[in-house]
């Protein structure tokens, strides 16, 4: 089942990062063109050669086309595929057929909440108040809404099956999550993913920045409880036993792990933002109309 | 004898003669595009900071052959694929659970992903090498770093005895600035 986590993830690193690349080509070119010093050295070999002839574009959007074609059923296959390495295990928690959805919807969930929390300070940064607008931030949020409602859903679910299906180990660990020793990390899960998004429902909510920010905080919280619940609270002791001496208690390299991984995201997050276009430049310009004669270019 | 050095001959061919037009406006170089291709020109450039179907339309390029890269890419990632897990399973057979020795269903995700990845790759390739390989006299063309900013541009390549018409052609389509390369 591991191989399929190498084959699912690997693949999905990959042809995400290639998308990444080939999308920022046409504004690499474009700020080389106005860049200088060493910025204007690296911008010319990242942008190769990057003119925007009709030659390349005609290509270039042929390829993109299809690059974002492969790379949406990529989303779910990924995510089904890592819910399926926790769904063939035998491990009570685990061994459900609802995990593809409910990780594919919680992917999505985390991740828009991600966006937001990254996008509110980069908005702020670097001025782009123009250009991702309150607009952008309600859709945003109304996708959090409805993803974050299927995850609650699944969590209804999950519990349901549990109870319903009268296995007496299923039915234990999820007493064990609720009233366990790990309750608080449950209830944490439940509140941030389950409730707080309720707020969403408010267009008030939906257009504040400040209020976003603060639930997709939440909601990021909620996420890695999410994580940590069904991971460690689902090993935790002897799954066939609960309540069985179990517990687990974070060491110094668990917690240097984590802090590890943020440092990881934020110091290539930073670097990029720093010296790369943070929004496509080329696709902000093609929403716009373009310049005609006896008409007014539009801001 | 002066010898030819293989790499200024790749990276900093000679320049190609002919015409440059600068145009602020889209419908004029949709203008000067069709009064081109009315007038026998089908080798010149076009270069626009974003793409447009407008621009598409007027050049009626046959699709672009990416297409087949990706195609090809992907049934050859998903045969990889079956491959891979099949020949694995028989060249070091293993019963497990009474099970067939090559079971398809868990292989079919193996095949999946192969599928996406060698599509993915093979069209990236297609692009490079369609797009910045293939793309014959690109380094030579004469180029405006405006191009990528908020200018559209066209290049005609023409003798010089043929470009003082190329260059009417272009000032009466409406270009804001022609110059010879």
């Known amino acids: 089942m591991l191989i399929w986590d190498e084959f699912a993830i690997g693949t999905y690193f990959t042809v995400s990062t290639v998308f990444l690349i080939m999308g920022l080509i046409p504004d690499i070119a474009a700020v080389r063109d106005l860049a200088t010093g060493w910025r204007k050295k690296l911008y010319a070999i990242t942008a190769v050669g990057w003119r925007g002839t009709n030659e390349q574009w005609r290509h270039y959007t042929r390829g993109y086309l299809y690059l974002a074609a492969l790379a949406t059923p990529l989303v779910l296959s990924v995510h089904s595929v890592v819910s399926w390495d926790f769904a063939m295990a035998l491990v009570p928690g685990w061994h459900a057929t609802l995990f593809a959805p409910y990780f594919v919807a919680g992917a999505i969930y985390s991740g828009v909440a991600m966006v937001i929390t990254l996008l509110v300070p980069i908005r702020k940064l670097f001025h782009l108040e123009e250009i991702i607008t309150i607009h952008h931030f309600e859709n945003l949020a109304k996708l959090c809404l409805l993803t974050g409602l299927i995850v609650s859903m699944s969590y209804c679910t999950e519990n349901f099956t549990a109870w319903f299906g009268g296995n007496p180990h299923e039915r234990a660990a999820f007493w064990y999550r609720a009233f366990g020793p790990f309750w608080w990390a449950s209830w944490t899960m439940n509140i941030c993913n389950g409730l707080l998004p309720w707020l969403l429902w408010s267009k008030k909510v939906r257009t504040s920045v400040v209020a976003l920010f603060v639930v997709s905080i939440f909601v990021n919280v909620g996420m890695w409880f999410e994580r940590f619940v069904i991971i460690v609270v689902s090993l935790a002791g002897e799954p066939f036993e609960r309540f069985a001496n179990a517990t687990y208690n974070p060491t110094w390299a668990d917690w240097g792990i984590m802090a590890g991984s943020f440092g990881w995201f934020f110091m290539w997050f930073l670097l990029f933002v720093k010296n790369f276009p943070a929004v496509s430049i080329s696709e902000v310009k093609e929403v716009l109309p373009a310049p005609r004669r006896g008409k007014a270019v539009a801001a | ?181």
């Open chain 2, 1 to 181: 004898m002066k010898l030819v050095n293989p790499l200024t001959a790749i990276f900093h061919p000679p320049p190609t003669p002919g015409v440059l037009g600068v145009f602020g406006h889209l419908d004029a170089a949709l203008e000067a595009i069709r009064q081109l291709r009315k007038g026998g020109h089908t080798d010149f450039t076009v270069y626009s900071p974003v793409p447009r179907h407008e621009l598409e339309d007027a050049l009626d390029q046959p699709v672009s052959p990416v297409r087949m890269f990706t195609l090809i890419g992907g049934i050859a990632g998903c045969a990889i694929g079956a491959w891979l897990t099949l020949y694995m399973s028989y060249d070091w057979p293993i019963v497990l659970g009474g099970k067939p020795i090559g079971s398809i269903p868990p292989y079919v995700v193996i095949m999946f992903e192969m599928t996406v990845l060698f599509g993915a790759l093979s069209t990236i390739l297609g692009i490079a090498f369609n797009a910045l390989f293939a793309a014959r006299r690109l380094g030579t063309v004469a180029y405006d770093a405006r191009f990528t900013n908020d200018k559209f541009g066209i290049f005609v390549p023409s003798e010089s005895a043929r470009q003082s018409q190329v260059e009417s052609l272009l000032r009466g389509a409406g270009a804001e600035e022609v110059r010879r390369a």
